[in-house]
Each structure stands twice: as structure tokens, then as C-alpha cells.
């Protein structure tokens, strides 16, 4: 058993690696990003350092080994709950740790179902192990699941957004552990978007899987302060408080410039996307694409009726068995073949989303086709309203300032990191 560890434990120094952020040829057929693109994206730059060496918890075990031994698992992973190439599920069985269980996020153990597709109960091929479907009929652990273990783990590499639903799935297995007396350890991971807060908080009446709990759009926790906060602020209802453990990333600061290993969902695949997700996200409650459907998801936005340099045609393939606008050739901005460093943001850029509004709406387009799945991305349905009544971005973001502020404060109670 010691030469195993040994050598898993060598192979950590050796997979530091991150996946290229650069693009591949795909269903773009013009890419060419215009001036006005990227001047109204320069002002929402960081000039950020080169990237540093931050380690995901997972890639120590000598942190986190003690705590596991003698007890039956459950663990809550997916295709990023990796310790360097291999997967934590396979690191952990191969130094004679007893896992009983996974249990899968959105997107599934291997990370490759659609958005919002149902997750099946099923078994790993691999391993064995029974799977446990956390999305689609029931989002929290069934107290049958939990009564057999001893601690659940909880590893997944989180993008630092409100909507992205992993945290919403850490929430409800909390709620649950809490609820049958489980324990819960975080394995932190680094927010490659954790050097910001921005966007309004998620108001009384607009809760949903795609926002839980009263944070704003761009959090800047990682998952272990966000479970943190979570149990802090009583969140988990009915007085429940989650005995709770975070094992602490290395070397990490929320300043750190950290790329991800591993896309974290099929329709996030490279650095660019994750730090223009938070902002093109929105478009997701109104009639344009962002990219779905091609491989530059996330990179680009548009519509038939939207003018601009670059066109796209959304067709089925990974990650999209249905994209919005199928089959139809949109019109818009291709954002994928300028550097990446250009969007790692300090703030939401509203811009590209006020600028569509004004084109589509005076062309007849129903623009936000989707307005209560847009209230729920935004928290609240004050976003959608002052678009509607021609707020500029300064007039909104004004709206933002004082709640902003006190959730600063709050955070500041549940940090890890500087």
C-alpha cells in the first residue's frame, strides 16, 4: 500500500496540466471579432499575472487520508474529481479506502449529458460502484442512500457562478447529510472566477436549482466557503446545521489566475468560456444562441435577425441534442479567437445584452422568450424590467451597490483564502 501511495503521490507533481484555451475549427464560419467588441470589453479587464501553481485538495492526500480510513463512502464527483490524471474515485480505491457510492451532479459522473438532461441511477462499468442520479427526479440524497455510510465526500470543480448548478447539488447534500446526522467533507477546489463579486442577489420568490441561496451572480467563494457560508447564514432550513469539514486547497489565493484541468461540463470547454460564462449566461432566457451546439460554446453569441461580422449555424452534437436555433444560421459575434486574459472580468458585462435587446426588439423579435427562466439566471425580475425600460448599464449596476456591499461583508466570515 505504501508503494502505491508513493507513486500516486509522485505523479501529483508531475500534473499541473490545463486544458489549451485556444479553439478548435467548428460550425463558425466567419471569425472575425469586431473593434466595438472588444472596446466594450476592455474596461471590464484585470491585467492578470502569469498563472500560479494553485492545487486542487485532491492532489494531497496526506491532507485528507486519515480523515477516510475505517469509514464507508459515499462521494459526490463527477469527470472533474480528478487527482492529477486519475480520478479521485480510482485514486481512493486503489489506497484501500471503502467507497460504497457515487452520486452523480448534472451532467452525470462522466460529465457528459446535456444541460438540464434527467440523470439515471445506474453502475459504474469500471468500478462497479452503484451510481446515485443527484439530477433529474430527485436532486437530494435519499436517506436509504445515506444510512449505509459514514461520510460523504464532496469534489467538484465549481466555475464561481450563482446558476451553475453544482453548488445548488452541494447544498441539497448538506441539507440531506444534515438531516440523517452524516458528516460532509469538502475537497476544495480553486474559482477560476473567485477574484470578483458582481451582479444582483437572488431575491425571496426566485428560488430554484439554478439559484438557491441569496448570493449574487459571481459569488467569489469556492465550494468549501460557499458550504461554509451555507451552514453559517442557516440556510439549510429548519434550524439544520451540517457537521461539516473543508480540506483547504494549496497555494491559492482568490487572486490566483488558476486554469482548469478538466472542462467542467460539456458546454464549458476551455478557460475562455468559464470567464464569459457569468456574463453571456443571460442570453439563455432570451431568443439568441450562445454557441450551443458548435465547439465554441460560450465564445459567441447571436441570432438570424442580429447584425454582425460573424455567423454560426447551432447543430446537434455533444453536450447539445437539441440546440436553440437549430439548424438556423445566426448572425453575431464570435469572441473565440481573442486572448483569453481578455475576459477574465472585474464585473458582468452587460453590454452585448442591452445592445441585442435594443437591435431584436426594434426589429419585432420577442427578445426575452424565455422571461421567467431569464428571472431565475438573474435572481430577480428587476434585471429584466429596467432592460425593458431602457436603463443604461450604470442605472442598473447602481441598483446592485448596496447589497453588494453587505454581502462583501458577510463573505469576509466565511474566507479560507486571501
Known sequence: MAKVYLIICFAFTLTANCFKSGADAGAV???????????????????????????????HPESY?????????????????TVGNTHLVDTLLALGMDVHRIFAPEHGFRGEADAGAEITDGVDSRTGLPIRSLYGRNKKPAEADLADLDLIVFDIQDVGVRFYTYISTLHYVMESAARSGKPVLILDRPNPNGHYVDGPIRKPGFESFVGLDPIPVVHGLTVGEYGR????????????KCDLTVVPCHDYTHETVYELPV???????????IYLYPSLCFFEGTSLSVGRGTDRQFQLYGHPQLSGPDTFTPRPGPGAADPKLNGQTCRGYDLSDQPTENFRMQQLNLAPLLATYRELTDKGVEFFSRADFFDLLAGTDALRLQIEAGRTEAEIRQEWVGELAAY?????KYLLYP
Open 29 to 59: 464560419e466567419s471569425r472575425n471579432a469586431p473593434a466595438d467588441v472588444a472596446a466594450e470589453t476592455e474596461q471590464y479587464r484585470t491585467s492578470p499575472p502569469a498563472p500560479e501553481p494553485a492545487y486542487p485538495a485532491a492532489y
Open 65 to 81: 487520508l486519515d480523515q477516510l480510513k475505517g469509514k464507508r463512502l459515499g462521494l459526490v464527483v463527477n469527470q472533474t474529481s
Open 229 to 240: 457560508m451555507v451552514n453559517g447564514e442557516g440556510w439549510l432550513g429548519d434550524g439544520l
Open 263 to 273: 472542462p467542467p461540463s460539456p458546454n464549458l470547454p476551455n478557460q475562455r468560456s
Open 408 to 412: 462583501r461583508t458577510m463573505r469576509e
